[in-house]
């Protein structure tokens, strides 16, 4: 095993986390503005929605050549934890 190597791009996946971040911020404040506009909780949780951006994650998955199943998975749990998020934060108008 090269631990040089592995150290190198260990620092290069920090890298890339800490861009995530960067994104995840920039997600989150574009779910506080949807959440702003939605009228009761029930309206927080839209399958329509969900099924739609699963599929369109799936078939992009496939045209830049990553396994879909990683990022189903990644996305599934990024829904679920918004999900979660704006039950949270919802507030009655």
């Known amino acids: ?14 890298k890339l986390d800490n861009l995530f971040l960067d994104l995840i ?25 969900i099924k739609k951006i699963l599929k369109n994650i799936n078939q992009k998955s496939k045209r830049k050549k990553i396994d879909p199943k990683i990022t189903q998975r990644i996305w599934r749990a990024m829904i ?14």
Not at 25 to 49: A, E, F, H, P, S
């Open 25 to 49: 911020k920039k997600r989150t404040g574009l779910v506080d503005q949807v959440l702003k506009n939605k009228r009761y909780k029930k309206d927080i949780v839209d399958k329509k929605r």
């Open 80 to 93: 679920g934890a918004y999900i979660d998020y704006e039950f949270r934060n919802f507030k009655k108008k």
């Open 1 to 14: 095993m090269n631990y040089k190597n592995i150290i190198r791009i260990r620092k290069k996946l920090d």
